[in-house]
């Protein structure tokens, strides 16, 4: 396993301070940015619950794998508990609300009084679960998808995209909540809470946006933009809504002892923001500890000049991490970053524009951050089927400290 640091050094002076100057009272964890409401100041130093003894420190660098639900609470849990163990990776980013909406184990909701559970029980002791990364020194992670939520769009159409009077669904049947609908904010905020409270070090956001290509039918589905209405600039609106949100969740989760991360996509970086997802990567980075762009191989077109992205993993890594870096540099409190990268093959891209990935093409992409001075990373394999053999060490992670 990789280095560890960070370990918990607060001597019991400092522990004692803390509380002793923490005023309940005056600790407001709004953000500033909710539009339509009352200013509400936060005060300049919010102290963080005191970190658990027992919990994972901070790595060296985070290097992790994604485990879905359904993983996480089945047979194969076991397996990937030791290819994480017997590799340099030292995390696991696991499905605390998933694609269609569910929170992946029991978990109680008081916000939403829904006709059918929104809870579909996969992982049946998340205690145990938790106290096994703890034992094994694997750092937790919590995948909340926000805004694609299938289950909460049926329940609460008021709260989604109607088509005719019917929740819009798109090609693949998934469908939207309303990230205009402050509603929905506080929902996701409450499972990310008992997430932290759970034990789960760093909170990841994922599908902070609107649906693909929203531009296009923004006027043709009938939907609520709250407080954002007064707004006559629609592509503004919804990159307003999208970054306010983040900056929300990271404002309600201050006095939790957690990091907060976001999925974004990688052209994000690219263009000065994404009009119809509403993702705007500087004014994301902003407000996160971490930011998680999404950058497979697979899922560019001609960018860089590469004619087939997928047959080139270290060119395409390699041009993507330096435009990011360049654009974190003029931020004034730029968030690690911790990219997504590919371990798995897009066979859908047909022939000619892809190539079978196996241990040099995750070695290529680990390869071209480590030398863009990159260090944290997250591999993607939706099977969580990952490749054996490979080196995951990166040059040691020196320059990475805790966000």
Do not use: C
């Amino acid at each position: 396993m990789g280095r560890w640091k960070n370990a918990l050094a607060l001597t019991l002076s400092v522990v004692l301070f803390l509380i002793g100057n923490y005023d309940a009272e005056t600790a407001e964890t709004d953000t500033l940015k909710v539009p339509g409401e009352t200013k509400k100041e936060l005060p300049e130093q919010i102290p963080r619950f005191i970190e658990d003894h027992d919990a994972v420190a901070y790595p060296d660098a985070v290097r992790g794998i994604y485990v879905s639900g359904h993983s996480a609470g089945g047979k194969r849990m076991e397996r990937l508990l030791d290819f994480v163990e017997e590799t340099e990776l030292n995390a696991m980013v696991i499905d605390v609300k998933d694609d269609q909406g569910y929170v992946t184990y029991q978990m109680e909701n008081e916000r939403f009084d829904h006709n059918a559970p929104f809870s579909h029980g996969l992982i049946k002791d998340p205690d145990a679960l938790m106290e096994t990364l703890k034992e094994r020194s694997i750092y937790p992670i919590a995948r909340v998808v926000v805004f694609k939520d299938t289950f909460l769009a049926k329940q609460r159409p008021d709260l989604s995209f109607q088509s005719n009077g019917s929740v819009w669904a798109n090609n693949q049947g998934e469908s939207f909540v309303n990230p205009f609908e402050k509603e929905v904010w506080d929902y996701n905020i409450e499972v990310a809470k008992k997430a932290a409270e759970l034990g789960f070090q760093d909170i990841q956001f994922d599908y902070v946006r609107f649906p693909e290509g929203f531009e296009t039918r923004d006027e043709a589905l009938d939907y609520s933009l709250g407080s954002y209405g007064g707004k006559k600039d629609r592509v503004q609106a919804r990159v307003d809504a999208v970054s306010d949100f983040v900056a929300y969740a990271k404002g309600a989760l201050s006095d939790y002892d957690v990091n907060v991360s976001v999925d974004i996509f990688g052209y994000a970086a690219t263009i000065e923001e994404a009009p119809g997802i509403g993702q705007n990567f500087s004014k994301i980075a902003e407000n996160v500890d971490v930011i998680s762009s999404m950058i497979y191989p697979s899922h560019w077109t001609s960018h860089f000049g590469i004619d087939v992205p997928d047959a080139a993993p270290y060119e395409l890594i390699d041009a993507y991490s330096k435009e990011e870096t360049q654009l974190l540099s003029t931020l004034d409190n730029p968030p690690v970053t911790r990219p997504w990268i590919q371990d798995f093959t897009a066979s859908w891209l047909g022939p000619g524009n892809y190539i079978r990935y196996g241990r040099k093409e995750v070695e290529a992409q680990i390869e071209a951050l480590d030398e863009n001075d990159i260090h944290e990373y997250l591999l993607w394999n939706a099977g969580n089927t990952y490749t054996e053999g490979v080196n995951h060490d990166t040059n040691e992670g020196e320059n990475i400290t805790d966000p």
